[in-house]
């Protein structure tokens, strides 16, 4: 079935330090669809920036990330760590399951940025 | 704005006990969700819909059951609570053909 994998329980940086957070997946699809949200502490997940499109960058809110089917990979990255970037990151893909709309998370990523 | 409500925001029950969390959204989606979160885990999906009187289960429902009972609204209900169904809870909407998913605030329940 699929499947996202995130290796990084906890992640921490330094402030202006770059970002890099890992996300493989599995899928027997073809055309995978694949998400990052992010959750701010005591606030619900929300949808960070998405992608269809093989080898094309996606930036939003100074994140881009860059699906690439041939690594399996939609790792999420920013040059330089704000302390508000502090929060819950997830990895997510859209499920082959149908025509209805489910998601696949990933165990989470915890980013904590240090001053 | 979209807008997903979840009520309660807390709550402690005891084990055996009956639990009814509730979900309204003003999105005007079909599709709707319920998940839990535990560290290690993620989202677990538990249950979802697809619009009024439909229900599905997810990856985890047992335990759970769900109620749509409308466009607006969509319950979770755990008839017998157990402590292991500790957790924060989650409801979501989302418009069929589209991905993005709305997550609610989050109800945190406490089994005793």
């Known amino acids: 079935g699929d499947s996202v994998t995130q290796t990084e329980g906890l992640v921490t940086l330094t402030e202006g330090l770059p970002v890099m957070l890992n996300c493989t997946y599995q899928?027997?699809?073809?055309?995978?669809?694949l998400f990052w949200y992010v959750q701010h502490l005591n606030e619900s997940p929300r949808l960070l920036l998405k992608?269809?499109?093989?080898?094309k960058r996606t930036e939003h809110q100074g994140f881009h990330a860059t699906l690439h089917k041939s690594s399996s990979s939609f790792h999420l990255q920013k040059s330089s760590a704000q302390l508000s970037d502090s929060a819950l990151y997830y990895c997510a893909l859209k499920r082959v399951s149908g025509s209805f709309n489910k998601l696949t998370f990933g165990a989470g990523t915890r980013l904590a940025v240090c001053p | 704005e979209a807008a997903v409500t979840q009520s309660p925001r807390n709550k402690v029950a005891v084990t055996g006990g009956k639990v009814t969390l509730s979900c309204n959204q003003t999105n005007n989606h079909n599709n709707m969700y319920w998940y839990r979160q535990d560290t290690g885990h993620g989202l677990r999906l538990i249950h979802y819909?697809?619009?009024?009187?439909?229900?599905e289960k997810g990856d985890i429902p047992d335990g759970y059951k769900a109620s749509r009972p409308s466009q607006e609204n969509f319950s979770l209900i755990l008839e017998l609570a157990t402590p292991s169904q500790t957790s924060v809870y989650f409801c979501?909407?989302?418009?069929?053909?589209?991905?993005?998913?709305?997550f609610g605030p989050g109800t945190r329940l406490t089994v005793l």
């Open positions: 899928t027997i699809y073809s055309n995978p669809f």
């Open positions: 992608s269809f499109t093989d080898n």
């Open positions: 819909s697809y619009g009024a009187g439909s229900t």
């Open positions: 979501a909407s989302g418009e069929q053909g589209f991905y993005e998913q709305y």
